[in-house]
C-alpha cells in the first residue's frame, strides 16, 4: 500500500496563478484533510471531506477551494495564488467509524512557493 | 477558542536519559489527545492515542499521560537515542471531526 500520496512534491507560482494539489489515499479511509504547517503556527486545518462528495471548512479556508469527487482522492485549489500562501501543505486521511476518531496518515507534503 | 501550548524551546537531552515533552490546553477537556513524531521535511507520523478516561498509555519505550485536573499530557520517552531527535506534536479532539494541533516540541538527543 502506498498509504497517502502528494503531487506535486515542489511548486513555485507567481502571484495571481492558480494551482491543484491532488491527494490520493489507498486505505479506504472516510476522512480527508488538508492543512498548512507555517513555521512557529503548527498545522492549520484548510478544509476536510467526511466521505465522498462532501466537503466543510477549517481554520484557515480563505482563498482555497477543495472536492471529493472519489472516496480516494482529495484536490485543493487556489485559485488565485498570493505570497500570504507560501507554505508546506500536508493532506491527511482517517478512518471513523460513529463517534471514534482514528489516528490521521499523512502524506511527504507539498512545497509551495508564491512569489 | 480552544488553544494547545507546547514548548516552543528545543530539548536538549543526553542518550540513555529519559525525555519529557508536555502539552497544555485550555477550556475544556477533549475527547482524546494523540501525539506524533515529525521529521524533517516530513509528514507527522501518528504515536500514540490516550483518552480522557485513561491516566496512563504506553507503547515500548513510548509513555503518554493525561491529567484533565491540570490539563496536560505528558509524553515521555525513556532510554532516549539520537535516533529519537525529532518534532513532536500534541493533537486534540473534542466533540467534532477534527484534530487541533500545538505547534511542536523539538527534541535533539545527543551521544
Known amino acids: 500500500n502506498a498509504g497517502v500520496t502528494q503531487t506535486p512534491k515542489f511548486r513555485v507560482l507567481k502571484t495571481g496563478q492558480s494551482m491543484t494539489l491532488l491527494c490520493a489515499q489507498d486505505?479506504?479511509?472516510?476522512?480527508m484533510y488538508w492543512y498548512r504547517q507555517d513555521p512557529g503556527m503548527g498545522l492549520r486545518l484548510i478544509h476536510y471531506s467526511v466521505g465522498e462528495g462532501t466537503t466543510a471548512k477549517g481554520e484557515v479556508p480563505d482563498g482555497y477551494n477543495v472536492s471529493r469527487l472519489k472516496k480516494q482522492n482529495f484536490l485543493l485549489g487556489l485559485e488565485s495564488a498570493a505570497p500570504s500562501q507560501t507554505s508546506v501543505y500536508f493532506c491527511?486521511?482517517?478512518?471513523?467509524?460513529?463517534?471514534?476518531?482514528?489516528?490521521?496518515?499523512f502524506g511527504p507534503g507539498t512545497r509551495l512557493t508564491v512569489t | 477558542s480552544q488553544k494547545i501550548e507546547q514548548n516552543s524551546e528545543a530539548l536538549n537531552i543526553q542518550e540513555g536519559k529519559t525525555a519529557t515533552l508536555t502539552c497544555n490546553y485550555t477550556n475544556y477537556s477533549p475527547a482524546y489527545l494523540q501525539w506524533y513524531r515529525q521529521d524533517p521535511g516530513r509528514g507527522p507520523v501518528f504515536l500514540l492515542l490516550i483518552r480522557e478516561n485513561e491516566k496512563e498509555k504506553r507503547k515500548e519505550r513510548l509513555k503518554v499521560t493525561f491529567d484533565t485536573t491540570l490539563k496536560q499530557s505528558l509524553f515521555h520517552i525513556t532510554a532516549s537515542q539520537p535516533a529519537d531527535s525529532a518534532t513532536y506534536l500534541c493533537?486534540?479532539?473534542?466533540?467534532?471531526?477534527?484534530?487541533?494541533f500545538g505547534t511542536g516540541t523539538r527534541l535533539q538527543v545527543f551521544p
Open positions: 493533537a486534540l479532539r473534542y466533540n467534532t471531526d477534527k484534530l487541533i
Open positions: 491527511a486521511s482517517s478512518h471513523n467509524r460513529g463517534h471514534l476518531l482514528y489516528e490521521q496518515y
Open positions: 486505505m479506504n479511509h472516510e476522512y
